[in-house]
């Protein structure tokens, strides 16, 4: 059977393995997908074990994105632009990098009926996750994009180097330009902590969506603070992990499956942890 996986440490709660049978189940792949826990020091080795014991793809999650970067011998475009993979692909010898990430977003904003074109953007934070998805919002075509970060030199020094593709500019969380956006992204890790990034409550005047790219049983931080200020709509990450592990499995097999009941089992399964 073909075998795929997910990498990260930990892992032990990765839902991927949960999202990629229900896929297989659904479109009828025969496949084994397994989480491997893989020691801080010993990616690429639990990579290359993973390869030699038959493995044709897998996801890689936090810590390891960036050393998976290094790693491949070949990055798609997206990945290329991220600095970061989350799909490792393995075909005719050769190891393969994507990033599904910032399609993932796309997608479950398209799911959740909200097209970013001519849209104001904020998006929070300027980490990792940020990185991974700025290139897919600019595509969208969006009016404006601004990145604004806890520290400023991080948020400018990403839209230095995104803005030869679209309109984006980057600043400190005290200094974004003074308007009212129609979508604000949390990508910051501030709701890990139970944190709500620490902006002026003027930029969601407009009754603007708001995503937290975090997830969990209980609202995040994030969109708690939005709803109490007037958010039209608050959305969580659990979409957008569905929907970026679609893009993976799409990749790997040529066939995307149908996010909506993933997205229903994950819902459920989250109410009853
Ligand atoms: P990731 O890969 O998830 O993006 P990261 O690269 O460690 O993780 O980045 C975390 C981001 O969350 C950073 O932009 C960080 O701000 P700083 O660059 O100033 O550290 C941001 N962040 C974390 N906690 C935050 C908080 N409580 N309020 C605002 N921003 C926060």
Not at 40 to 46: I, K, M, T, V
Not at 221 to 224: E, K
């Given at each position: 059977?073909?075998?795929?996986?997910?990498?990260?440490?930990?892992?032990a709660?990765?839902?991927?393995?949960?999202?990629?049978?229900?896929?297989?189940?659904?479109?009828?792949?025969?496949?084994?997908?397994?989480?491997?826990l893989?020691?801080?020091?010993?990616?690429?080795?639990?990579?290359s074990?993973?390869?030699?014991?038959?493995?044709?793809?897998?996801?890689?999650?936090?810590?390891?994105k960036?050393?998976?970067?290094?790693?491949?011998?070949?990055?798609?475009?997206?990945?290329?632009?991220?600095?970061?993979?989350?799909?490792?692909?393995?075909q005719?010898?050769?190891?393969?990098?994507?990033?599904?990430?910032?399609?993932?977003?796309?997608?479950?904003?398209?799911?959740?009926?909200?097209?970013?074109?001519?849209?104001?953007?904020?998006?929070?934070?300027?980490?990792?996750?940020?990185?991974?998805v700025?290139?897919?919002?600019?595509?969208?075509?969006?009016g404006?994009?601004?990145?604004?970060n806890?520290?400023a030199a991080?948020?400018?020094?990403?839209?230095?180097?995104?803005?030869?593709?679209?309109?984006?500019?980057?600043?400190?969380?005290?200094a974004?330009?003074?308007?009212a956006?129609?979508?604000?992204i949390?990508?910051?890790?501030?709701?890990?902590?139970?944190?709500?990034?620490?902006?002026?409550?003027?930029?969601?005047?407009?009754?603007?969506?708001?995503?937290?790219?975090?997830?969990?049983?209980?609202?995040t931080?994030?969109?708690?603070w939005c709803?109490?200020?007037?958010?039209?709509?608050?959305?969580?990450?659990?979409?957008?992990?569905?929907?970026?592990?679609?893009?993976?499995?799409?990749?790997?097999?040529?066939?995307?499956?149908?996010?909506?009941?993933?997205?229903?089992a994950?819902?459920?399964?989250?109410?009853?942890?």
């Open positions: 059977m073909d075998q795929y996986a997910v990498f990260g440490n930990p892992i709660h990765s839902k991927s393995p949960f999202i990629h049978k229900m896929f297989a189940e659904q479109t009828g792949q025969s496949l084994h997908y397994a989480a491997i893989s020691p801080l020091d010993g990616f690429a080795e639990s990579v074990t993973f390869i030699a014991s038959g493995g044709r793809g897998a996801n890689v999650t936090v810590p390891f960036e050393q998976a970067f290094k790693l491949v011998e070949q990055l798609s475009p997206a990945a290329r632009q991220a600095g970061s993979v989350n799909t490792l692909i393995y005719d010898g050769k190891l393969l990098g994507d990033n599904t990430d910032g399609i993932g977003l796309v997608k479950d904003l398209l799911f959740n009926g909200v097209g970013l074109k001519d849209k104001a953007v904020l998006i929070l934070g300027a980490g990792g996750a940020t990185r991974g700025v290139l897919p919002i600019l595509k969208q075509q969006p404006m994009l601004h990145i604004a806890r520290t991080k948020a400018e020094e990403l839209a230095r180097h995104f803005c030869q593709f679209g309109p984006v500019t980057g600043s400190g969380l005290e974004i330009p003074p308007m956006f129609d979508v604000v949390n990508a910051s890790s501030s709701s890990l902590s139970g944190e709500s990034p620490d902006i002026a409550s003027s930029y969601i005047a407009n009754q603007p969506v708001c995503y937290d790219m975090v997830y969990g049983k209980e609202i931080a994030f969109n708690n709803a109490a200020q007037g958010a039209g709509l608050t959305l969580d990450g659990l979409g957008m992990l569905v929907e970026q592990a679609a893009q993976s499995f799409y990749l790997w097999r040529g066939i995307m499956p149908d996010t909506q009941p993933v997205r229903q994950l819902r459920m399964s989250l109410s009853q942890a």
